[in-house]
């Protein structure tokens, strides 16, 4: 499933040529995907300018003047600037169209999403979908001392907590495990039994390693590309995901892979303690 950085590589690659322009055209090519599609989005949109991009977590934004188009690329979705005039696939569900050139979804496991919220339904904060989301773990309000009073009564392994999203948001299950692993923490250790201390060096990981995936184009795992086609290339920057049986890179000792609600989770017992 494509994390913070891979959303946040598409943000970046979309926006220059959304920014500032006006919609001439709506196209679904379905009911909808994980949810039905806002099929009054056509008359919403049409004439109206892109006022700018945005990322809550996993979802990107497109705003208006008068309400945010919001996307989730689901498990196997992404978006592509194309040219006017380039044929759907199989798999291609909604497109925006702004001039000569267009926003095309595709989503071939359809666990996606294009919703419209509306500025007249209150605050974007308030959208069911991103009323429950934790702070952004790239901005400054993420910090330590914040992990640490949030966690003093959380007993369940560091690693679900992370995951769960409601205390720092878009630190998935590959970044999660690389997080743990920089900064030197088991992902089975209770989060209450963690120093301030220890999660100054998580955040800091985290920081680094979400940074250094935007920098390098996100992670390419199954289906996800960029806006512009290409593929990322984080992946071959992992020190312990999807890594299980090789040496660590730091101390030699075999990858271990376990399950952790029904996800991977990989780590080095030598170097997490």
């Known amino acids: 499933m494509p994390e913070l950085p891979e959303v946040e590589v598409t943000r970046r690659g979309v926006a220059p040529h959304l920014d500032g322009r006006i919609v001439t055209a709506v196209t679904f090519r379905h009911r909808g995907l994980r949810w039905p599609f806002p099929l009054d989005l056509p008359a919403l949109l049409v004439g109206r300018e892109v006022r ?20 989730h690329l689901g498990m196997s979705g992404h978006l592509r600037i194309l040219e006017l005039g380039v044929e759907p ?24 999403a294009v919703l419209w919220h509306a500025d007249a339904d209150g605050p974007l904060e308030q959208h069911v979908l991103l009323a429950g989301l934790g702070l952004e773990p790239l901005e400054d309000v993420f910090s330590a001392q914040i992990l640490y009073q949030k966690t003093r009564n959380r007993g369940a392994p560091i690693k679900q907590v992370l995951l769960a999203g409601d205390i720092v948001v878009g630190v998935g299950n590959i970044y999660a495990s690389e997080s743990l692993f920089h900064a030197g923490i088991n992902p089975k250790t ?14 800091d990981a985290i920081r680094i390693i979400l940074a250094a995936a935007i920098e390098k184009g996100g992670s390419t795992l199954r289906d996800f590309i960029g806006a512009d086609g290409q593929s990322g290339y984080f992946q071959q920057s992992y020190f312990v995901y999807d890594r299980a049986g090789l040496p660590c890179r730091n101390c030699g000792a075999l990858i271990t892979q376990i399950k952790q609600g029904q996800r991977s989770t990989f780590y080095c017992k030598k170097c997490q303690k």
């Open 52 to 71: 700018g991009t945005g990322r809550r977590g996993k979802y990107l934004l497109l705003r208006f003047d008068h309400g945010t188009v919001i996307i």
């Open 190 to 203: 209770p989060a209450h039994r963690i120093s301030l201390a220890r999660y100054e060096r998580l955040v």
């Open 89 to 112: 696939q199989k798999h291609d569900h909604f497109d925006l169209v702004v001039g000569r050139r267009l926003l095309r979804l595709t989503d071939p496991r359809r666990f996606g």
